[in-house]
């Protein structure tokens, strides 16, 4: 019965306005991001550094990636490349002398510029063939990548990343790089909360619904796809700024092949497009739904003393994961940020479910 909106009544329109509008809301936002600032000292360092870094960094990815696909209906399937970009560009920025902030805006603008010039390419296209152009655009990334060793040292070379500092603190050790991610996170998540009650993000959902009909109503299609793509990859190439230091520490040319750019891309249509707790819903399930579902066999078989061969048991998680993909968006192909949305619909009615919303 707490989960209301009964009672509750705005005199200003800044009140009005506000993101989480119901006090429940508001407070499980608090809870979380307390359990978060508080999280190093209450769990041990492996489960930190193994699973809540990597949940904060790729749900960044997922963040920009979502920005371009759920806010402007554009896939994009080279954002692997994008965040490779980002990563080196910054790596390199940092060898030369210059610091973590100037070398993660420099990653930033290295994969906007580059993902403008394929975007401007691509944005003659639609469906299908603007996959395939953004494809394209990750093959030519990787090859450039490993051909030239000015950038990456060779095709079996790998680059450390120098000791750097954030804002005066040194990113070392386990809790240092957690909570930078952490801080760049929570920017860019108020970031995309906001972005969509602005021109920008009420245009771009214009051009997302239907481009022609933006077109009528005084919105240019091409700008704000252009735009999209701007934003979007230099968010990516921020997101690899921070995914080098704070979490490789050293990076390779096979981190940031194509089978990144379709996770990613899994990431997104499994927690739901244009949604941003969806992006953090994806990223956990895409992340953490083999790791659990492994666990789980070897439990099962262990249990019931089942002899499993050893080409079935790395394969089985894999497909049981696969088809857990497939269960969620047969059951909502909104994805799991609907399924959330749902849920909390039916609390703020119950008992009373002819009300339901």
Known sequence: MIYRRAGISFTRY???RRLWKLPTDRWAVIVIFALLLVAPFLVDRLFVVGYLLPLIIWSMAAMGLNLLMGGAGQIHLGYGAVIGI?????????????????????GGLASAAIGVVFGAAALRVKGLYLAMATLAMQYIVDFVIVQVPAISGGTQAALSVP?????GIAIQGDRAPYYVALAICTVLTLFMLNVRRTSFGRALAAVREKD?????????PFRYKLLAFWVSSFIGGMTGAVLAVCYYRTISPDQFHLDLSIQLVAMVIVGGLGSVLGSFLGVGLILFAPIVLNQLIGLAADQFGVAIPTDLRAHLPLMLYGGLIMGFLLLEPLGLAKIYSNIRNYLLVWPFRHARQ
Not at 163 to 167: D, E, G
Not at 212 to 220: E, K, L, P, R, T
């Open 163 to 167: 000791r750097t500092s954030f804002l």
């Open 14 to 16: 800044q009140d009005e």
């Open 212 to 220: 022609y009909a933006a077109s009528i109503i005084g919105v240019d």
């Open 86 to 106: 980002g990563a080196y560009a910054s790596v390199h920025a940092m060898r030369a002398g210059l610091p973590f902030e100037l070398a993660m805006i420099i």
